[in-house]
């Protein structure tokens, strides 16, 4: 549920209304934060395929 969760949030805030490359970018980012914050388990890979999950 917490994947899916990060996902659609993921899909419909930030990456619905940005750019292939932006989105990336925003990706790259996010993933640096969570991983700083929470530990493993969200590099981009990670997080890219939770946006598809959802």
């Known amino acids: 549920m917490l994947y899916w969760n990060i996902g659609k949030i993921n899909k419909t805030e930030i990456l619905q209304s940005a750019k292939a490359e932006y989105g990336k970018s925003v990706i ?27």
């Open 28 to 54: 790259s980012n996010l993933s640096k934060e969570l991983t700083k914050d929470y530990g493993k388990g969200y590099s981009q890979r990670n997080l890219f395929d939770v946006v598809r999950f959802s």
